[in-house]
């Protein structure tokens, strides 16, 4: 009895002395609105002794926990920072909350640390894969597009088109917002030299919109940390012409950010389309040889300003205006040569073609950020108005070469468009205790496109309209979404589960009557993540997702430009989005001159939105989207990247995977299943007197459909820079497109016809750049322009 006594006194005994012990929290900031990770907090004893320790979050969030009752000292530290020291005192049993600490740069550390060492290229956090962007030589002359060509699961067509791991079904967000800029290879305004990281999100959480089902990619940009005045000025010269002058400034102090940037595009680009078409082979057959050559010289002008003003230590506002106005010149020349099975030729056309196009694309964004006492609970408003309109028009002369020379009559058409986007959103971060956050937020968006379109022919008293081609299209849509999102950990596994609902009403209506559809649909999107921290340098990573994939403007977009006799891309009004279910499981292990990175996923997608082409009457071959039954994905992605001595660094990457497509439209049949492959390797080497050399070889497996079948597609990147001036001046020379080796070579095959074409729209291209920085390091930029909310 005795003893039994004496335990239970042993055990209350422990737990008042464990309830006795406090907690220290707070979060650590880089500027008074921007998180800073992996800041390492010690708080030591007057002996100068450690009793704890801790890693701040992604969010900048630490939580030192048990610390016994007591005065200590608290110290921040990390390589680049200033290292800051302060008192502390802890109380029995109650959490101290030391708030918000910002660490200011040391440029003299900086400057060692640019020299000596750099953060992983690549982390694997709990809902995302980052990639550090570094001092890539071929991310220093080129734009965000060709940078991203660099990143691991990310490629770039020769057209411009975004994929993750060989689906197009993406989301690019610059700085976790809607991009209005990827069209048109709109993201070659922003230089590739300003962006810090890029997150590769396959699984994203309910935080984010539900839309694209191949997954997000997230554009982080870098921000200017340095108080004072600082600037760059940006040139690049090249050949075809590219020519770009980017000045930017900053002005930044306890109270206010001011920042401002002016970009000027000059570039030409050289194209070339070839094409053989066989039709009638079940009859009397006819052969067509075309060959198109295309000349484009695109302007563009972008201007970006903006402030952030801090009201105290809790509240901060931002406000920014941007302007990007483009004016296109595009001129175009093709070749019609007709044969028959013996080869004899029937008849030649030629046609010249000429276009000019103008669009303005302006945006306003507005941000509201309150932090509280509490550390990491944080409340975010933000609104973002877009609004631009565009015009072009082509005229297009057309003869007949052989057998007589007879002019056709002349055509022109003339497309008008006009967009008007507002997006509203909150969002809250609440931490429940010091390894539990709850997060919930609310997003509407309302977007109306008006869109013109006319072709007219002449005759000889005027012009006439064209197969009754004069419409007006009014395109309307609204999101509402809410999502809740609940994380924690339970040792060294943490988990992050969402629920996100979204809201969809989209009408399109037309001048003539031929289209008016209304659509409501309404779905909830679950997330899970969960990641396994072995150690520092080993995680295990599984997720699930349930995405949509909804159709962008030209999807839908019904009207056709007539440039091509033989081809024609229209959109389809009634096209519907696709959904996907999607799960994977990775795993990082980082050695100190290894890393290795394997995963594994899996793809269920429904309604899948395909190309379908096929002969019309007058022997046309259109192309227009259309919605499937289903698709399935099994894929493998392995990345390695290897330092075996400080100056050589290797990136090889590998992915592979399976699909089948099932379904139908009309009389054609979309069943297939096949297996393909891309693989990317990059080499750099890093020498003496900042001197470095980089190579890059891309490789796309061929992939095909029940209709088409595409070639592999080999390109080859190289370049080489050096810094100079104390970090002042960066040089750089880059090629892209070596030995013209980006060509698109594809095949359809259709119950009385075969399409073989290839496409190469840019021809290589050769750059040199200067970057001059005032009052900055090569590592540093000032903030440049985000993205607009919808394409």
């Known amino acids: 009895m005795k003893q039994t006594i004496t335990i239970i006194l042993i055990i209350l005994t422990s737990q008042y002395v464990f309830s006795q012990k406090g907690q220290v929290t707070g979060v650590i900031h880089q500027d008074p609105t921007t998180p800073l990770p992996y800041v390492t907090i010690t708080l030591k004893e007057k002996t100068d002794i450690p009793l704890a320790a801790g ?63 750099q953060r992983a290229a690549v982390s694997l956090k709990l809902d995302k894969k980052v990639f550090e962007v570094g001092k890539d030589v071929l991310s220093q002359s080129g734009a965000v597009t060709d940078l991203l060509n660099i990143v691991p699961s ?57 839309a694209g089902s191949a997954g997000i990619i997230n554009i982080i940009l870098k921000k200017n940390k340095k108080g004072g005045f600082s600037g760059q000025l940006r040139l690049v010269g090249g050949i075809p012409n590219e020519t770009r002058i980017s000045p930017s400034l900053s002005y930044k102090s306890n109270k206010i950010n001011l920042f401002a940037t002016y970009g000027l595009r000059l570039s030409d680009y050289v194209g070339l389309y070839t094409m053989k078409q066989s039709t009638g082979l079940s009859g009397t057959p006819v052969y067509l040889n075309q060959r198109q050559d295309e000349n484009r010289h695109d302007d563009a002008r972008l201007f970006y300003f903006g402030a952030d003003f801090n009201i105290n230590d809790h509240n901060t506002i931002t406000a920014a205006f941007m302007r990007n106005a483009t004016n296109d010149h595009d001129k175009t020349k093709l070749n019609y040569l007709y044969s028959n099975k013996n080869g004899v030729i029937d008849s030649s056309l030629s046609r010249s073609g000429e276009s000019w196009e103008k669009r303005s694309y302006n945006q306003l964004e507005f941000n509201y950020t309150k932090s509280f006492d509490k550390a990491g609970k944080k409340l975010t408003v933000d609104m973002q108005y877009d609004f631009w309109d565009s015009g072009k028009d082509w005229n297009l002369s057309t003869s007949r070469v052989f057998p007589e020379v007879v002019n056709l009559p002349m055509i022109r058409t003339g497309s008008m468009g006009k967009s008007k986007d507002l997006m509203i959103k909150t969002d809250m971060i609440q931490p429940l205790d010091s390894i539990s956050t709850l997060e919930f937020g609310l997003k509407m968006e309302d977007r109306r496109v008006n869109s013109d379109f006319i072709a007219e022919q002449q005759n000889p008293v005027g012009w006439e309209i064209i197969d009754d081609i004069e419409n007006h299209l009014l395109y309307k849509e609204l999101i509402g979404s809410a999502y809740l999102q609940f994380s924690s950990k339970i040792g060294a596994l943490s988990y992050q589960a969402g629920l996100r609902g979204e809201l969809t009403n989209i009408g399109i209506e037309d001048r003539m009557g031929n289209y008016n559809n209304k659509k409501n649909y309404n779905r909830l999107f679950p997330t899970l993540n969960m990641s396994y921290h072995f150690n520092e340098k080993t995680n295990l990573q599984a997720s699930y997702s349930k995405r949509i994939n909804r159709p962008s403007l030209g999807m839908i977009y019904p009207f056709n430009e007539l440039t091509d006799l033989s081809t024609r891309y229209i959109g389809n009004p009634d096209l519907n989005p696709s959904y996907a279910d999607v799960f994977e499981m990775a795993f990082l292990k980082n050695w100190k001159t290894l890393t290795f990175n394997p995963s594994f996923y899996y793809q ?17 071959f259109i192309t227009m989207p259309v919605n499937i039954n289903k698709e399935t994905r099994t894929g493998f992605e392995l990345s390695i990247l290897y330092n075996p001595v400080k100056w050589l660094q290797v990136n090889t990457e590998l992915n592979i995977f399976h699909y089948v497509e099932t379904g139908s439209y009309q009389v054609q049949s979309f069943d297939y299943s096949g297996n393909t492959l891309t693989a990317r390797v990059s080499a750099q080497l ?11 070889y891309n490789f796309r497996g061929a992939n095909a459909t029940s209709q088409t079948y595409t070639k592999a597609l080999h390109s080859v990147d190289l ?57 900055l390091k090569d590592n540093q930029s000032v903030r440049q322009a985000k993205s607009g909310n919808r394409n």
């Open 686 to 696: 890093k020498l003496k007197n900042k001197l470095a050399f980089q190579t890059l």
């Open 719 to 775: 370049g080489c820079s050096k810094t100079f001036l104390k970090d002042k001046a960066t040089v750089s020379f880059d090629v892209s497109n070596l030995f013209d080796l980006r060509k698109i070579n594809t095949r359809t095959i259709g119950t009385d016809y075969s399409v073989s074409q290839t496409s190469i729209p840019n021809a290589a291209r050769y750059r040199l750049t200067l970057v001059y920085r005032i009052n």
């Open 604 to 620: 269920n997608n429904s309604g899948v939105m395909e190309d379908y082409t096929y002969q019309n009457a007058e022997g046309l």
């Open 55 to 117: 890693i701040s979050d992604d969010k900048g969030i630490f939580r030192l926990e048990n610390i016994p009752s007591g005065n200590y000292t608290i110290s921040y530290s990390l390589m680049g920072f200033e290292t800051i020291s302060k008192p502390v005192e802890v109380k029995s049993n109650e959490q101290v909350n030391i708030g918000t600490i910002i660490l200011e740069t040391d440029a003299k550390l900086l400057e060692a640390v640019t020299i000596n060492g």
């Open 154 to 210: 990310v490629s770039v067509s020769p057209s411009g088109a975004i994929s993750l791991r060989g689906n197009s079904n993406v989301l690019v967000l610059i700085d976790g917002r809607r991009t209005g800029l990827t069209q048109g290879n709109a993201l070659e305004q922003v230089p590739a030299d300003q962006v810090e990281r890029v997150e590769v999100i396959t699984n994203p959480s309910s935080r984010f919109d539900a």
